[in-house]
């Protein structure tokens, strides 16, 4: 079962926009990472963060989670029509199974020139 | 250094058959799980192995199994096939398998089951 949803479910904004995605979840955590996937093509992993962590950067990626809320974000800045793509949130379950990663539903991005 | 690779990319296969599809880490990652992709369910969790031994597993009938080498090599099987297998069947690893740690995907195996 899917650990949450994300938000919106398509987003479709111009070259040079940024574009914010949402994450929500269902339970404690110890991390949470991001991924996109390009259409028929495997995980491109994004960023990784941490429960005790509220911020982070990574180029054009900025990434905030708030636990109390059980939600994170995904700010894609300048993007570019090589963003287009869907993007995934993956919470790692606090329960010791170190590699299970539960995914959101994912956020279809759609970048036009 | 190189991803994680899975093989075969694209398959097509008959209701009753079974497969078998491989994947190998990233050098070093000792910790290597499979993830189902489907429109209908999305990405779940199917297993994850850790120096050879099945840590954890996923809500899927016993048709599916797999199994990790002694190289931290990996490989999936479903016997037994139906039409609702048919999924993008993902390869992930990390590094010692702990919480802290990044995970890799691999290009993923398209099954087709006809």
């Known amino acids: 079962s899917q650990q949450g949803e994300e938000d919106p479910q398509a987003l479709s904004i111009q070259e040079g926009e940024n574009a914010t995605m949402n994450c929500s979840y269902k339970?404690?955590?110890?991390?949470l990472q991001w991924y996109r996937q390009n259409s028929g093509r495997g995980l491109v992993h994004l960023i990784l963060?941490?429960?005790?962590?509220r911020e982070k950067h990574s180029g054009r990626l900025r990434v905030t989670l708030d636990t109390s809320k059980k939600s994170s974000s995904l700010l894609i800045t300048a993007s570019r029509a090589a963003d287009t793509a869907s993007y995934f949130c993956a919470t790692l379950l606090n329960t010791g199974t170190a590699s299970k990663l539960t995914f959101g539903t994912g956020t279809r991005l759609q970048v036009t020139l | 250094k190189a991803g994680v690779t899975q093989t075969p990319r694209y398959l097509i296969k008959t209701r009753g058959q079974q497969v078998t599809l491989s994947c190998s880490p990233i050098?070093?990652?000792?910790?290597v799980s499979w993830y189902q992709q489907t429109p209908g369910q999305g990405l779940q969790f199917l297993f994850e192995y850790f120096s050879e031994t099945q840590r954890n597993k996923g809500n899927f009938p016993g048709r599916f199994s797999g199994r990790q080498f002694s190289n931290s090599r990996s490989e999936m099987n479903v016997s037994t096939l139906e039409l609702g297998d048919s999924a993008l069947y993902l390869c992930?690893?990390?590094?010692?398998?702990?919480?802290?740690?990044?995970?890799?995907f691999g290009e993923g195996s398209w099954l087709t089951v006809v």
């Open positions: 963060i941490r429960s005790n962590e």
């Open positions: 992930a690893s990390s590094l010692v398998g702990s919480p802290g740690n990044t995970i890799y």
């Open positions: 050098s070093g990652h000792r910790s």
């Open positions: 339970t404690s955590i110890n991390n």
